[in-house]
């Protein structure tokens, strides 16, 4: 059983940055890979990025290739998303996920609460 938590999420202006931590309890937090996915209003889940269990092969979703990073600690079992050059179509709340890995929600096992991020133009 894996619990996981956001935080960081807040209200930013276009071009600027923030980043999210998911904190994870359990101790099989190293087995899994990890993702970050998002919701905007009105609309489905998106994929944004995946790393392994490893911390190598991360995966990017087109819209945010180059302007966000996921990282992990296995140590402190929290995964990060450093969020640069923030447009206001980032805005969503935002979901990290444990599982198989890959870039498909459904595949996922646990997921946290989510975090709001707001990008004002």
């Known amino acids: 059983q894996v619990q996981l938590v956001e935080s960081g999420g807040g209200l930013v202006q276009v071009g600027g940055s923030l980043r999210l931590s998911c904190a994870a309890s359990?101790?099989?937090?190293?087995?899994?890979?990890m993702a970050w996915f998002r919701q905007a209003p009105g609309k489905e889940r998106d994929f944004v990025a995946t790393i392994s269990w490893s911390g190598i092969n991360p995966r990017y979703a087109d819209s945010v290739k180059s302007r966000f990073t996921i990282s992990r600690d296995n140590a402190k079992n929290t995964v990060y998303l450093q969020m640069n050059s923030l447009k206001p179509e980032d805005t969503a709340v935002y979901y990290c996920?444990?599982?198989?890995?890959?870039?498909?929600?459904?595949?996922?096992?646990?997921w946290g609460q989510g975090t709001q991020v707001t990008v004002s133009s």
């Open positions: 359990g101790r099989t937090f190293g087995t899994y890979a």
């Open positions: 996920a444990a599982g198989p890995g890959g870039n498909i929600g459904s595949r996922y096992v646990y």
